[in-house]
Protein backbone atom coordinates (compact mmCIF):
# COMPACT_ATOMS: atom_id res chain seq x y z
CA UNK A 1 0.00 0.00 0.00
CA UNK A 2 1.44 3.29 -1.02
CA UNK A 3 1.14 5.79 1.83
CA UNK A 4 1.75 9.57 1.10
CA UNK A 5 1.87 12.66 3.40
CA UNK A 6 0.44 15.95 1.91
CA UNK A 7 3.52 18.05 1.95
CA UNK A 8 1.24 21.27 2.56
CA UNK A 9 -0.39 19.80 5.68
CA UNK A 10 0.64 20.80 9.34
CA UNK A 11 1.12 23.73 11.55
CA UNK A 12 0.68 27.14 10.28
CA UNK A 13 3.03 29.29 11.55
CA UNK A 14 1.20 31.11 14.39
CA UNK A 15 0.81 27.88 16.08
CA UNK A 16 4.71 26.87 15.43
CA UNK A 17 5.47 29.96 16.70
CA UNK A 18 3.08 29.64 20.04
CA UNK A 19 5.01 26.21 20.04
CA UNK A 20 8.17 27.12 19.86
CA UNK A 21 7.64 30.10 22.46
CA UNK A 22 6.36 27.33 24.95
CA UNK A 23 9.09 24.67 24.34
CA UNK A 24 11.63 27.45 24.44
CA UNK A 25 10.12 28.37 28.52
CA UNK A 26 9.57 24.66 29.61
CA UNK A 27 13.72 24.52 28.11
CA UNK A 28 14.68 27.15 30.59
CA UNK A 29 11.96 26.53 34.23
CA UNK A 30 11.06 23.33 33.24
CA UNK A 31 7.34 24.29 33.97
CA UNK A 32 4.58 26.81 32.33
CA UNK A 33 1.23 27.23 32.17
CA UNK A 34 -0.64 27.80 29.12
CA UNK A 35 -4.43 29.85 28.81
CA UNK A 36 -6.60 27.19 27.18
CA UNK A 37 -5.58 24.40 24.96
CA UNK A 38 -2.05 25.43 23.24
CA UNK A 39 -3.92 24.32 20.09
CA UNK A 40 -6.75 21.89 19.30
CA UNK A 41 -4.95 18.81 19.02
CA UNK A 42 -4.99 16.23 22.07
CA UNK A 43 -2.02 14.43 21.29
CA UNK A 44 0.51 17.64 20.65
CA UNK A 45 -1.13 19.23 23.71
CA UNK A 46 -0.22 15.50 25.95
CA UNK A 47 3.44 15.67 24.28
CA UNK A 48 3.73 19.51 25.94
CA UNK A 49 1.92 17.84 29.44
CA UNK A 50 5.02 15.75 29.76
CA UNK A 51 7.67 18.27 28.92
CA UNK A 52 5.78 20.50 31.93
CA UNK A 53 3.09 22.37 30.34
CA UNK A 54 0.11 22.99 32.73
CA UNK A 55 -3.02 23.68 30.81
CA UNK A 56 -5.35 26.29 33.13
CA UNK A 57 -8.86 27.56 32.41
CA UNK A 58 -9.97 30.86 33.35
CA UNK A 59 -10.91 30.94 36.21
CA UNK A 60 -7.53 29.18 37.39
CA UNK A 61 -5.83 32.12 35.77
CA UNK A 62 -7.56 34.51 37.42
CA UNK A 63 -6.33 33.25 40.68
CA UNK A 64 -2.42 32.90 39.69
CA UNK A 65 0.10 35.28 41.68
CA UNK A 66 3.64 36.10 40.38
CA UNK A 67 3.28 32.85 37.20
CA UNK A 68 4.51 33.45 34.04
CA UNK A 69 1.61 32.16 31.72
CA UNK A 70 1.70 31.83 27.81
CA UNK A 71 -1.20 33.20 25.64
CA UNK A 72 -1.46 30.70 22.83
CA UNK A 73 -1.97 31.80 18.82
CA UNK A 74 -5.45 32.47 19.39
CA UNK A 75 -5.38 35.14 21.47
CA UNK A 76 -7.42 36.80 24.34
CA UNK A 77 -9.10 39.86 25.13
CA UNK A 78 -8.18 42.60 27.20
CA UNK A 79 -9.43 41.66 30.23
CA UNK A 80 -6.82 38.66 30.49
CA UNK A 81 -4.10 41.39 30.19
CA UNK A 82 -5.75 43.48 32.91
CA UNK A 83 -6.12 40.55 35.33
CA UNK A 84 -1.94 39.32 34.81
CA UNK A 85 -0.64 43.16 35.53
CA UNK A 86 -3.38 43.16 38.43
CA UNK A 87 -1.97 39.67 39.82
CA UNK A 88 2.07 40.26 38.66
CA UNK A 89 1.13 37.37 36.35
CA UNK A 90 3.73 37.42 33.71
CA UNK A 91 2.58 36.46 29.73
CA UNK A 92 4.39 35.28 27.40
CA UNK A 93 1.95 36.47 24.34
CA UNK A 94 1.93 33.99 21.76
CA UNK A 95 -0.59 35.29 19.75
CA UNK A 96 -0.87 34.88 15.99
CA UNK A 97 0.20 38.11 14.58
CA UNK A 98 -2.60 38.24 11.93
CA UNK A 99 -5.21 37.61 14.70
CA UNK A 100 -3.29 40.26 16.55
CA UNK A 101 -3.56 42.36 13.79
CA UNK A 102 -7.55 41.82 13.25
CA UNK A 103 -7.94 42.27 17.35
CA UNK A 104 -6.54 46.08 16.49
CA UNK A 105 -8.97 46.54 13.70
CA UNK A 106 -11.44 45.74 15.50
CA UNK A 107 -10.97 47.61 18.68
CA UNK A 108 -10.81 50.52 16.15
CA UNK A 109 -13.49 49.92 14.21
CA UNK A 110 -15.68 49.31 17.19
CA UNK A 111 -14.71 52.86 18.37
CA UNK A 112 -15.65 54.43 15.36
CA UNK A 113 -18.81 52.63 15.23
CA UNK A 114 -19.85 53.48 18.43
CA UNK A 115 -19.63 57.14 17.75
CA UNK A 116 -21.74 56.78 14.86
CA UNK A 117 -24.49 54.71 16.85
CA UNK A 118 -23.27 51.37 14.54
CA UNK A 119 -22.40 47.64 15.01
CA UNK A 120 -19.16 45.62 14.96
CA UNK A 121 -20.44 42.34 13.42
CA UNK A 122 -17.99 38.82 13.52
CA UNK A 123 -18.22 36.22 11.35
CA UNK A 124 -17.35 33.16 13.34
CA UNK A 125 -18.12 30.53 15.87
CA UNK A 126 -19.66 31.42 19.35
CA UNK A 127 -17.22 31.04 21.75
CA UNK A 128 -14.37 29.85 19.70
CA UNK A 129 -10.76 31.19 21.90
CA UNK A 130 -10.31 33.52 18.83
CA UNK A 131 -13.98 34.56 18.61
CA UNK A 132 -13.90 35.70 22.24
CA UNK A 133 -10.79 37.59 21.89
CA UNK A 134 -11.97 39.39 19.28
CA UNK A 135 -15.31 40.11 20.79
CA UNK A 136 -13.53 41.19 23.73
CA UNK A 137 -12.37 44.30 21.52
CA UNK A 138 -15.98 45.39 21.52
CA UNK A 139 -16.74 45.54 25.08
CA UNK A 140 -19.02 42.43 24.32
CA UNK A 141 -21.25 44.18 22.33
CA UNK A 142 -19.94 42.73 18.39
CA UNK A 143 -22.68 41.21 16.91
CA UNK A 144 -21.37 37.17 16.28
CA UNK A 145 -22.70 35.52 13.19
CA UNK A 146 -22.31 32.07 12.22
CA UNK A 147 -24.57 31.64 9.37
CA UNK A 148 -26.58 33.56 6.90
CA UNK A 149 -29.50 32.76 9.40
CA UNK A 150 -28.46 35.07 12.45
CA UNK A 151 -28.44 37.70 10.35
CA UNK A 152 -31.80 39.07 11.99
CA UNK A 153 -29.43 39.96 14.95
CA UNK A 154 -28.54 42.86 12.69
CA UNK A 155 -29.89 46.27 12.39
CA UNK A 156 -29.85 47.08 8.68
CA UNK A 157 -31.38 50.63 9.47
CA UNK A 158 -27.69 51.34 11.39
CA UNK A 159 -24.32 51.37 10.41
CA UNK A 160 -22.34 48.27 10.16
CA UNK A 161 -19.03 46.60 9.43
CA UNK A 162 -18.17 43.17 9.13
CA UNK A 163 -15.07 41.31 9.95
CA UNK A 164 -14.12 36.78 9.70
CA UNK A 165 -12.53 35.30 12.24
CA UNK A 166 -9.33 34.09 10.63
CA UNK A 167 -9.84 30.47 10.47
CA UNK A 168 -13.73 30.88 8.63
CA UNK A 169 -14.72 29.50 5.02
CA UNK A 170 -13.85 31.53 2.44
CA UNK A 171 -17.36 30.64 0.63
CA UNK A 172 -19.27 30.93 3.76
CA UNK A 173 -18.20 34.32 4.64
CA UNK A 174 -19.10 35.23 0.84
CA UNK A 175 -22.44 34.21 1.56
CA UNK A 176 -22.45 36.81 4.18
CA UNK A 177 -20.97 39.49 3.05
CA UNK A 178 -23.38 39.38 -0.19
CA UNK A 179 -26.24 38.63 2.45
CA UNK A 180 -25.82 41.95 4.15
CA UNK A 181 -25.17 43.91 1.24
CA UNK A 182 -28.24 42.61 -0.12
CA UNK A 183 -30.31 43.45 3.35
CA UNK A 184 -28.84 46.89 3.26
CA UNK A 185 -29.47 47.71 -0.66
CA UNK A 186 -32.97 46.60 -0.13
CA UNK A 187 -33.59 49.59 2.62
CA UNK A 188 -32.03 52.18 0.29
CA UNK A 189 -28.47 52.10 2.77
CA UNK A 190 -26.20 50.66 1.16
CA UNK A 191 -23.47 53.35 2.11
CA UNK A 192 -24.06 52.33 5.57
CA UNK A 193 -22.05 48.75 5.13
CA UNK A 194 -18.50 47.82 5.11
CA UNK A 195 -16.62 44.41 5.10
CA UNK A 196 -12.99 43.36 5.64
CA UNK A 197 -11.12 40.42 4.13
CA UNK A 198 -9.61 38.79 7.66
CA UNK A 199 -9.51 35.59 6.56
CA UNK A 200 -5.91 33.50 6.87
CA UNK A 201 -4.69 33.19 3.18
CA UNK A 202 -2.93 30.34 4.61
CA UNK A 203 -5.98 28.90 5.67
CA UNK A 204 -7.82 29.49 2.84
CA UNK A 205 -5.42 28.54 0.22
CA UNK A 206 -5.27 25.05 2.52
CA UNK A 207 -8.91 24.50 1.09
CA UNK A 208 -8.09 24.10 -2.82
CA UNK A 209 -4.85 22.19 -1.24
CA UNK A 210 -6.41 19.70 0.47
CA UNK A 211 -8.98 18.52 -2.34
CA UNK A 212 -6.16 18.53 -5.06
CA UNK A 213 -4.47 16.36 -2.85
CA UNK A 214 -7.21 14.24 -1.85
CA UNK A 215 -8.28 13.28 -5.00
CA UNK A 216 -4.85 11.42 -5.91
CA UNK A 217 -5.36 8.68 -3.38
CA UNK A 218 -8.05 5.18 -2.95
CA UNK A 219 -8.32 6.58 0.63
CA UNK A 220 -7.43 9.58 2.57
CA UNK A 221 -6.83 9.85 6.49
CA UNK A 222 -7.61 13.18 7.77
CA UNK A 223 -5.67 13.58 11.13
CA UNK A 224 -6.92 16.42 13.61
CA UNK A 225 -7.95 16.92 16.88
CA UNK A 226 -11.79 17.40 17.68
CA UNK A 227 -12.18 20.37 18.73
CA UNK A 228 -10.18 22.28 15.95
CA UNK A 229 -13.03 24.00 13.60
CA UNK A 230 -9.99 24.49 10.42
CA UNK A 231 -9.92 20.58 10.92
CA UNK A 232 -13.51 19.68 10.58
CA UNK A 233 -14.02 22.27 7.67
CA UNK A 234 -10.86 20.82 5.73
CA UNK A 235 -12.23 17.30 6.58
CA UNK A 236 -15.65 18.18 5.17
CA UNK A 237 -13.94 18.89 2.01
CA UNK A 238 -11.81 15.90 1.83
CA UNK A 239 -14.89 13.95 1.83
CA UNK A 240 -16.86 15.64 -0.96
CA UNK A 241 -13.66 15.34 -2.86
CA UNK A 242 -13.15 11.55 -1.70
CA UNK A 243 -15.76 9.38 0.14
CA UNK A 244 -13.41 7.53 1.11
CA UNK A 245 -11.85 10.00 3.80
CA UNK A 246 -11.27 9.11 7.67
CA UNK A 247 -11.33 11.41 10.20
CA UNK A 248 -8.67 10.25 12.81
CA UNK A 249 -7.58 11.66 16.01
CA UNK A 250 -5.55 9.42 17.66
CA UNK A 251 -3.43 5.99 15.99
CA UNK A 252 -5.99 3.28 17.63
CA UNK A 253 -9.00 4.85 15.27
CA UNK A 254 -6.58 3.41 12.54
CA UNK A 255 -7.40 -0.40 13.73
CA UNK A 256 -11.17 0.68 12.51
CA UNK A 257 -10.66 1.71 9.36
CA UNK A 258 -11.01 -1.08 6.11
CA UNK A 259 -8.06 -0.89 4.39
CA UNK A 260 -8.73 -4.39 2.25
CA UNK A 261 -8.05 -4.00 -1.47
CA UNK A 262 -6.87 -0.19 -0.95
CA UNK A 263 -3.36 0.59 -2.66
CA UNK A 264 -2.83 4.28 -2.40
CA UNK A 265 -3.98 6.47 0.96
CA UNK A 266 -3.03 9.97 1.32
CA UNK A 267 -2.40 11.09 4.91
CA UNK A 268 -3.43 14.91 5.52
CA UNK A 269 -4.30 17.59 8.55
CA UNK A 270 -5.58 20.70 9.65
CA UNK A 271 -3.83 23.94 10.63
CA UNK A 272 -3.09 22.47 14.25
CA UNK A 273 -2.45 19.20 13.04
CA UNK A 274 1.60 18.58 14.18
CA UNK A 275 3.21 16.72 11.56
CA UNK A 276 5.16 14.30 13.88
CA UNK A 277 1.48 12.89 14.02
CA UNK A 278 1.11 12.34 10.85
CA UNK A 279 4.49 10.71 10.39
CA UNK A 280 3.27 8.14 13.22
CA UNK A 281 0.29 7.69 11.34
CA UNK A 282 2.43 7.00 7.82
CA UNK A 283 4.64 4.18 10.26
CA UNK A 284 1.69 2.18 11.45
CA UNK A 285 0.22 2.40 7.90
CA UNK A 286 3.09 1.36 6.18
CA UNK A 287 3.23 -1.80 8.33
CA UNK A 288 -0.11 -2.84 7.34
Not at 261 to 288: D, F, H, N, Y
Request: hydrophobic share 40%; aromatic share 8%.
Amino acid sequence: MRVVIDKDSGFCFGVVHAIEAAEKALREEGHLFCLGDIVHNNEEVRRLEEKGLQIIDEETFDKLRDARVLIRAHGEPPRTYAKAEQNRVELIDATCQVVLKLQRDIAASYRRMKAADGQVVIYGKQGHAEVVGLLGQTCQEGIVVSSVGDLDKVDFHRPAVLYSQTTQSVEEYTKIIAEMRSRFQAVGLETLFEYHDTICRRVANRARQIQEFAVQYEAVIFVSGEKSSNGLYLFDLCRQINPRSYFVSHLGQLDDIPFEGISSVGICGATSTPMWLMQRVAEVLAAK
